[in-house]
């Protein structure tokens, strides 16, 4: 079976986790929310361990809320026109230099790096937030369209856990968050390149 083949097929969990693209889609949730997560519960910590104020350090999450709030709107809208691809690895590309800013804030404290990072992140956040439930759809739209996305989220989940338990582990080891980082990036990067292995721009394009 190949996912979203068929516009009018309708899906069964059971048809659905037997294709490829159910799989690629569950490893890019994970590593996905692993790399976000990791830097999600954590930044606050860096932060204080650069000698960042605590009041300053929450506003720069504050500022990463806000900006992917915006960011999921933007991405969600773009991928309709652009495609789900471009669009997920424009927003990989942000998530991967917001993360890079925080190893360049760890060897210059630039007073300007943490709003940077902020803006980043926070869109690179955003993308694999919005476009995972719209790529799920591209392929396994339907009935089951629910079913299937909540078990695939249960991988979002499981990844969301690892990379915080993860990176604080990394820390307690080497006392340093860069070694969690350079991971968070290289994960980031393979969860982009599942989403161009599951091919949503064919579907779309057979769908169109």
Known sequence: LIAGKSSEMSWTF?????????????????????????????????????????????????????????????????????????????????????????????????????????????????????????ITADFFAGKTYGSIFGTLFILNGIGSAMGAWLAGLIHDRTGSYIPSFIVMIIFSVLACFCIWLTAPRKIRTHQL
């Open 14 to 134: 059971q048809q659905a986790i037997i294709t490829k693209q159910f799989w690629l889609l569950g490893l890019s949730f994970f590593l996905g929310a692993f790399a976000v997560h990791s830097i999600l519960t954590h930044h606050v910590a860096f932060f204080i361990d650069q000698g960042m104020e605590k009041m300053t350090a929450s506003s720069i999450v504050g500022i990463v809320g806000i900006v992917s709030v915006g960011g999921k709107i933007f991405w969600g809208v773009l991928s309709d026109r652009i495609g789900r691809e471009i669009t997920y690895t424009s927003g990989i590309i942000c998530l991967a230099l917001g993360i890079s800013l925080l190893i360049i804030y760890d060897i210059s404290s630039c007073f300007f790096l943490p709003y940077s990072y902020a803006f980043f992140f926070g869109m690179g956040y955003a993308v694999t937030a919005a476009l995972s439930p719209l």
